[in-house]
């Protein structure tokens, strides 16, 4: 309770400042929207950005209903009973994800790693060696010339680490050799969609990180909490660097795609992303005040450097709807806390008095079996101890619960008041400057006499 009492004006404050630069046009739609999810959560997720773009399994759906209608029209073009050039694509694409977290896996292993460590990548590497000798199987029989590109390769002179490996997908063949220029566009496809989809988890995780963070400072002390705050920080952290290196790795290969296919703007459409550029919405760039920050790109753009107005603003206003939906949720769930935590201070109270009241009853109900004068009078005496037992926690409680009206009524002060909580927030900083003064101040504290040790040597 008292947590939730110094807690509550904070983020109910917090919530009305960030309402009172939003419109109430929109605030009335996305509260609306908010409800209904509330009431049914089958309804559209208010706390998942509305603004649409391209998904690999969309878009394998959709290249996979086109060959369907392909064959119904007695088109085949595929070379392969069992993968087609729309499956051949998609496959190359999974390979190097596996190359990715495989290399991730890797470089995590040193000298003093287990052996179950070991056993584990060294598992994971043979069945992707198993992986790619199917892939090329495959790849031959659409790229034939696929073979000489891998005798061309210059010899090392130990056997290269299967995320090493190059798949020589369209995008790396490039213009070496010739081959079906349908195999280059339904990678671009992919490509595109597995770009966007790239950035979409970098925002997510970019969203929890800083999430995290906050609770950390504000809520987490001591030393078992803070280390499994930073082990789920560590991991949300492996999850950016996994949607960094797939975003470089698809915008790469949507430019060697674009100049072989001849598509243009798509170095505009696709920025480069730095390190700098990876960043929560609230955090600035290295090296910029609070005056100067700016927004990265990555929040700013739905999807390209050249988008509409509209569809910058759109994506803007998504972002800043899901972050209103957060801010909102903290306000009410302080609020809520206060409810629910005043109930079970007045049932608990309720309980014990009828608790008393039932073990009274039992000191003075008759008994059904006639039992001794002696034994009657040990039972009475003992449902008597029970019902003061019960009794003195009832008091107890109701005396260290004293104080909760006047802590709500001070939070619901403060609410209706935001002068008083900043006027609190200033009180508490100034007494924090103070108290490293008193603690570590020579006169503060005497020094307690050192007792003489009766046992001498």
Not at 309 to 328: D, L, Y
Request: charged share 30%.
């Amino acid at each position: 309770m008292i947590t939730a009492t110094s807690d509550v004006a904070e983020h109910v404050i917090a919530h009305q400042e960030l309402e009172a630069t939003i419109e109430r046009e929109q605030l009335h739609s996305w509260t609306e929207v908010m409800t209904a999810w509330e009431l049914d959560p089958t309804n559209p997720n208010p706390y998942e950005v509305a603004v649409k773009t391209p998904t690999q399994a969309a878009v394998r759906r959709q290249l996979a209903e086109e060959e369907e209608k392909a064959l119904a029209a007695g088109v085949d073009v595929s070379y392969s009973d069992e993968v087609s050039p729309c499956s051949l694509i998609a496959m190359g694409i999974d390979l190097e994800g596996e190359q990715r977290s495989l290399k991730t896996l890797t470089k995590s292993l040193w000298e003093h790693s287990q052996d179950r460590q070991i056993t584990r990548v060294k598992l994971r590497s043979n069945a992707l060696t198993r992986k790619l000798e199917e892939w090329f199987s495959h790849l031959q029989l659409y790229v034939p010339t696929s073979v000489l590109l891998r005798k061309r390769e210059p010899q090392k002179k130990e056997i290269p680490k299967p995320f090493e490996v190059r798949l020589w997908l369209p995008s790396q063949i490039g213009n070496s050799v010739s081959f079906d220029m349908s195999l280059a566009e339904i990678e671009y496809k992919l490509r595109n969609a597995q770009a966007h989809e790239a950035l979409g988890v970098l925002r997510r995780n970019l969203q929890i990180r800083a999430t995290l963070y906050d609770v950390k400072d504000r809520w987490l002390r001591g030393q078992g909490a803070n280390t499994r705050a930073l082990n789920a920080i560590s991991t949300v952290q492996a999850r950016i660097v996994a949607a960094r290196d797939e975003y470089r790795q698809a915008r790469n290969a949507l430019l060697a795609l674009a100049n072989l296919l001849n598509y243009p703007n798509v170095d505009q459409e696709f920025l480069p992303l730095e390190d700098k550029d990876i960043r929560s919405m609230t955090e600035a760039e290295p090296g910029q005040g609070e005056t100067r920050r700016t927004l990265s790109w990555i929040w700013r753009r739905v999807n390209a450097a050249d988008a509409t107005e509209e569809e910058t603003q759109a994506f803007v206003t998504e972002t800043i709807r899901v972050e209103w939906g957060k801010s909102r949720a903290r306000a009410q769930r302080y609020q809520e806390e206060i409810k629910l935590v005043q109930e079970e201070m007045d049932r608990t109270l309720r309980f014990f008095v009828w608790k008393v009241a039932d073990w009274h009853s039992k000191a003075v109900t008759p008994r059904v079996k006639p039992i001794s004068t002696e034994y009657a009078e040990g039972l009475k005496a003992y449902a008597e101890r029970q019902a003061a037992l019960c009794q003195s926690l009832h008091d107890a409680f109701k005396l260290q619960w004293k104080g909760v009206p006047s802590l709500v009524k001070c939070a619901n002060d403060e609410m209706e008041r935001p002068e008083l909580f900043y006027q609190r927030k200033q009180r508490e900083f100034e007494r924090r400057q103070k108290k490293p003064e008193k603690i570590f101040s020579s006169s503060s504290m005497p020094l307690p006499p050192v007792p003489e040790s009766t046992n001498r040597l």
